[in-house]
T-cell receptor
Framework: QQQVKQSPQSLIVQKGGISIINCAYE??????FPWYQQFPGKGPALLIA?????SEKKEGRFTISFNKSAKQFSLHIMDSQPGDSATYFC??????????FGSGTRLQVQP | GAVVSQHPSWVICKSGTSVKIECRSL??????MFWYRQFPKQSLMLMAT?????????EQGVEKDKFLINHASLTLSTLTVTSAHPEDSSFYIC???????????FGSGTRLTVV
């Protein structure tokens, strides 16, 4: 599988702050870039996704920024809440192939 | 829409026995399903791609004779861990591509503990 590199490994943010998680990829054939949220003992749940023809997508408090030339994309969580505390995974895929996941970021939002 | 149901949620089995995990797409037809394994505090690693009516494609390093995958219908894929050993203890997650805005939908996962 082609690699997707994710950083940081862990993140602590105060309530109301902005959480930013970054991912970088090498395979220029990737055409779908989702972000997933996972709580302990649960499967990943889709948060937001973007395709490479768009530079930014916003859904509620979640925004994906996509830089095709730099082969990077990031997740911004505005007004972070304690309920957002979870592990976040970026991923990428080509066509109908399986997703390749980043290593994950454990987010802790402190009250 | 785009719900994937996975059962059981957790299972404990004795070493040497086999365990079957089911993954069903409830409101869409899934010609392709994916099986992942996740160890504690690690990412999801693709084990195999399951295609309806044909043999699964396994990732390098995954023993196809140990992890039997069957995709007999457009809504059901099963993963059987044969002759399980403690090192097979992990969190197994299935996924299916629903298409359109739903992308890839994941099951709730199965926690397998082999004792």
């Amino acid at each position: 599988q082609q690699q997707v590199k994710q950083s940081p490994q862990s993140l602590i943010v105060q309530k109301g702050g902005i959480s930013i998680i970054n991912c970088a990829y090498e395979n220029t054939a990737f055409d779908y870039f989702p972000w997933y949220q996972q709580f302990p003992g649960k499967g990943p749940a889709l948060l937001i996704a973007i395709r490479p023809d768009v530079s930014e997508k916003k859904e509620g408090r979640f925004t994906i920024s996509f830089n095709k030339s730099a082969k990077q994309f990031s997740l911004h969580i505005m007004d972070s809440q304690p309920g957002d505390s979870a592990t976040y995974f970026c991923a990428a895929s080509t066509g109908r192939r399986a997703l390749t996941f980043g290593s994950g970021t454990r987010l802790q939002v402190q009250p | 829409g785009a719900v994937v149901s996975q059962h059981p949620s957790w299972v404990i089995c004795k070493s040497g026995t086999s365990v079957k995990i089911e993954c069903r797409s409830l409101d869409f037809q899934a010609t392709t399903m994916f099986w992942y394994r996740q160890f504690p505090k690690q990412s999801l690693m693709l084990m195999a791609t399951s295609n309806e009516g044909s043999k699964a494609t396994y990732e390098q390093g995954v023993e196809k004779d140990k992890f039997l995958i069957n995709h007999a219908s457009l809504t059901l894929s099963t993963l059987t861990v044969t002759s399980a050993h403690p090192e097979d203890s992990s969190f197994y997650i299935c996924s299916a591509r629903a298409g359109g805005a739903w992308g890839y939908t994941f099951g709730s996962g199965t926690r397998l503990t082999v004792v």
